[in-house]
């Protein structure tokens, strides 16, 4: 029985050499199901985030409860129920249409306001007319149409609010707003 004892005690010791870590192992077969762990990436650090926009609008300015800011571009006056352009508002226009020129990145919008006579929708639709004309007599001055964009404020945003033929005449305007620089 010693021999059989022996014998077994080399099996096992044989079993258990060779059962061990190979020193070469075979490289893993990656699948669908088993895929290899991806090193994880630096992550950089956020940048800080800009500051807010400046108010670009008349509109925007009233509900920061700010005045409208003074821009580099003059209004352009409107007769009563009239979107036709003087001759005092095409010089003024000539003038802004140098300025624009001159400072090829500034984008504008161009603001129609009315006094508070007539009816809300007839003077928002008013006040597009006006913007309209004034964008209008830019382009044909050589102001690329995709620099400009209108908008139309109609009674909404008075720049006087006595009840007078003199301040009505504040109201009845084009307003330019310097936006953005491309």
Known sequence: MGILHNGLKLLAFTFLVSCGN???PPPPKWTA???PAEKPK???PKPPAPPPAPPKTSLDELQTGK???TSPLKDVGFNFDSA???EDARSIL???ADWLKANATARIQIEGHCDERGAADYNMALG???AQAAMDYLATLGVAANRMS???YGEEIPVCKDKTEACWGQNRRARFVVTAAK
């Open 128 to 130: 597009a007319k006006r």
């Open 150 to 152: 209108t908008i139309s």
């Open 33 to 35: 199901e088993n895929l």
């Open 67 to 69: 005045s409208a800011a």
């Open 84 to 86: 036709a352009l003087s």
């Open 22 to 24: 190979p020193v070469n």
């Open 94 to 96: 000539r003038n802004n």
């Open 42 to 44: 630096p992550v950089a």
